[in-house]
């Protein structure tokens, strides 16, 4: 994932609980990378991008490049946040305490 990047991202392994790097995707045209964490049975996935970037992720584009393994997106959870260089969103069929946990391991790999 870091050399697929133009940027300084943290593309954790393994994200608490037990969900695992499944698949790396640089987003066409975009300055983000989509990294897709599953556990056997649901998925998550991370979007990373630089503040800095010109070419950003919209809010329109997280629905077109997120990927669940449930048909209906009912019970999709979605976490926002940053820090002084990257913005991050984890979209999931997960609890929102589980996308938390994911979020501090995320910030804490920093």
Not at 28 to 47: E, K, P, W
Not at 71 to 94: K, P
């Amino acid at each position: 994932a870091k050399e697929t990047a133009n940027f300084n991202l943290v593309a954790p392994l393994r994200l608490h609980p037990g969900f695992e790097l499944d698949q790396i995707r640089r987003i066409d045209g975009r300055d983000a990378l989509q990294l897709l964490y599953t556990n056997g049975i649901n998925s998550v996935s991370l979007f990373e991008q630089p503040l800095d970037g010109q070419r950003g992720l919209s809010r329109h584009d997280f629905r077109e490049y997120a990927v669940y393994n449930k048909l209906e997106q009912e019970g999709v959870t979605i976490l926002a946040w940053r820090d002084n260089a990257l913005s991050y969103v984890l979209i999931g069929n997960a609890e929102l305490s589980q996308l938390m946990n994911m979020s501090q391991s995320i910030s804490s790999a920093r």
